[in-house]
């Protein structure tokens, strides 16, 4: 079975290699097609998976091309996890709206949005180029913002399009070993937008063990989401929000944490992973062995910023291990093989959240097999998460007709229509300082 990654020079790739290195049951990946624009990165993050491989009796093959309709052909599954404008587009996200004092996130608030305006465009194509020339594909989108373009390549590609997301795996391996769970044996009621979810229950034997973390101060602060919005806050929401809500329930505190930082997390990322590909285009420097103490202080720094705005320490030991490579392997086996699987996935509505059309794509528990991604049957949300989840979708619809339209006027109303950006002259200047910044944005008249 072949699997084209879109993206194959990207830096997370071997975790999605080192997941199809440890299946060895019928029916697994036997093949692997890198395909990215940059034949270079390309051939840095080859050279880490044959360290991976070596010893490993069948390990799936690896093949590379800059070639994408190439790489599409005769694919089973298509793993996109491309970034746009690289990471010196993300630097540029962050640096263009801090100096307008809002958040630059790249997927939250004005970062998102810039970041999915350049994206939508070239993930319509794959879509289409997908549609075209492998249409019995499933496709898992890991591109961020990963709801929003799901959901532009939803309109080509139909359900055969599921995005997938880490931050709510770990949130619920978070929360069951603080209640002494194991992970696998608890069901967690989580709902939302990708980035801005809800965990709501986790039921452990059928019974709902939520009420009673929240009721014990000492277990709230044992875990990473307990610490950064504390207990008494996560007691009035009576849920655990996703970690990305700390940018909007503290906004002011992300945003001077930010803006004080030494480097954004954009420009970190991209001096670290320059020094990476550097590093191992050098045949003498051991490969992987570079890829995992890189990876170590990626994981380590990850939202640092948030962290230290709310005092909340250092991450656990336990939360540098990733986890998107597990949900998309699991996902991959629960189609091909009809294994069925309960996860949390980026799919289209289909009535789960009341407010919203059957298009709009959420994040919500899904029952999967071979007829792809069903989403559960979910209790409604309350008022203030369901104003901020219909306020973000309408933004994504936003972005959506720029992109389709290249609307100038309607990227504005995106920015402007956003709940953290604070002012309709803001919007204007961020769409003028992006489209001055990022070339992929010259579409916007």
């Keep these: 079975m072949k699997l084209t990654i879109l993206g194959g020079g990207g830096f997370r790739v071997p975790l999605v290699y080192g997941a199809l290195l440890g299946d060895r049951a019928e029916g697994r990946v036997t093949r692997v097609v890198l395909h990215d624009v940059d034949a270079g990165r390309l051939r840095a993050i080859a050279r880490v998976l044959a360290e991976q491989a070596s010893g490993v009796p069948d390990a799936p093959e690896v093949a590379f091309t800059t070639d994408l309709d190439e790489a599409l052909r005769g694919a089973a599954f298509v793993f996109s996890a491309i970034r746009v404008g690289g990471l010196e587009g993300r630097a540029d996200d962050e640096r263009v709206a801090l100096a307008e004092g809002v958040l630059g996130q790249e997927t939250v608030g004005a970062g998102g949005i810039a970041y999915g305006l350049r994206t939508v465009p070239v993930a319509v194509d794959i879509a289409r180029r997908v549609a075209r020339l492998a249409p019995d594909a499933w496709v898992i989108n890991f591109t961020n913002p990963a709801g929003l373009v799901t959901e532009a390549m939803s309109r080509h590609l139909g359900d055969r399009v599921i995005g997938i997301c880490d931050s709510p795996v770990g949130l619920g391996r978070r929360i069951a070993r603080a209640l002494g769970a194991r992970p696998r044996e608890a069901w967690i009621d989580y709902v939302g937008l990708n980035h801005l979810g809800w965990v709501r229950g986790l039921r452990i034997a059928g019974r709902d063990e939520l009420p009673r973390l929240l009721d014990d101060p000492v277990l709230l602060g044992s875990f990473e989401e307990g610490r950064l919005f504390g207990a008494d806050w996560l007691r009035s929401l009576g849920a655990i929000p996703n970690e990305y809500l700390h940018y909007y329930y503290f906004n002011r505190e992300a945003v001077r944490a930010y803006r004080e930082a030494e480097r954004t997390r954009g420009a970190f990322l991209r001096d670290q992973q320059a020094r990476f590909y550097a590093g191992v285009a050098d045949p003498d420097v051991p490969a992987l062995e570079l890829w995992n103490r890189t990876r170590a202080e990626r994981e380590a720094t990850y939202m640092a910023e948030n962290r230290e705005a709310a005092g909340a320490g250092e991450r656990e030991a336990e939360d540098l291990s990733g986890g998107y490579e597990d949900v998309a392997l699991a996902l991959m086996r629960a189609i091909a093989r009809d294994e069925r699987a309960t996860l949390i996935l980026n799919v289209r509505n289909r009535g789960t959240l009341s407010p919203l059309d059957a298009d709009a794509v959420i ?72 489209t001055a910044v990022h070339p992929g944005l010259a579409y916007l008249g």
């Design 363 to 434: 994040e919500v528990p899904c029952l999967v097999d071979a007829s792809g991604a069903h989403p559960v049957s979910v209790e409604p949300l309350p008022d203030h998460a369901t104003g901020l989840v219909c306020a973000v979708k309408a933004v994504e619809r936003e972005v959506l007709a720029a992109a389709r339209s290249g609307s100038r006027a309607t990227a504005v109303k995106a920015f402007a229509l956003h709940p953290l950006v604070d002012s309709v002259n803001v919007a204007h200047r961020l769409v003028d300082g992006y």
